[in-house]
């Protein structure tokens, strides 16, 4: 990943780690349906950005963005529970860069629909 200057492509590959090592974590204290479900939609949201690098279309571009941008809710669904659950750990900060990635991404898609 060193050299990318793709900005929403690099942040959501920082994501991607963060994410993988807040589930880590999540194992280790035994959360392991959390853990699995967060880093399936955690993960899966700069797997459909990278994608998206390489679409076929500008229609295929903005499909997988969608796609990305339903991940985003789900992940910050997760994210949500194990903030409030009194028994998990504080994802600290995931929210925030998640929201960071939210925002771009809907720029990109509400730019890309009006630029056809």
């Known amino acids: 990943m060193k050299g990318n200057d793709n900005l929403i492509v690099r942040l959501s590959f920082e994501f991607s780690l963060d994410i993988i090592e807040y589930c880590e974590l999540l ?8 853990a699995n479900q967060l880093l399936k939609s955690g993960t899966s949201i700069g797997a459909n950005i990278r994608e998206a690098q390489n679409a076929e279309s500008k229609a295929d571009f903005i499909h997988k963005f969608k796609i990305a941008a ?9 994210l949500d529970l194990c903030t409030y659950a009194k028994s998990y ?13 939210a925002n771009i991404a809907n720029k990109i898609i509400i730019t890309s629909k009006t630029n056809k």
């Open 89 to 101: 750990p504080d994802p600290v900060g995931l929210a925030e860069k998640l929201g960071s990635i």
């Open 70 to 78: 339903k991940e985003i809710d789900e992940t910050s669904y997760w």
């Open 27 to 34: 194992e280790e204290k035994r959360k392991y349906v959390l």
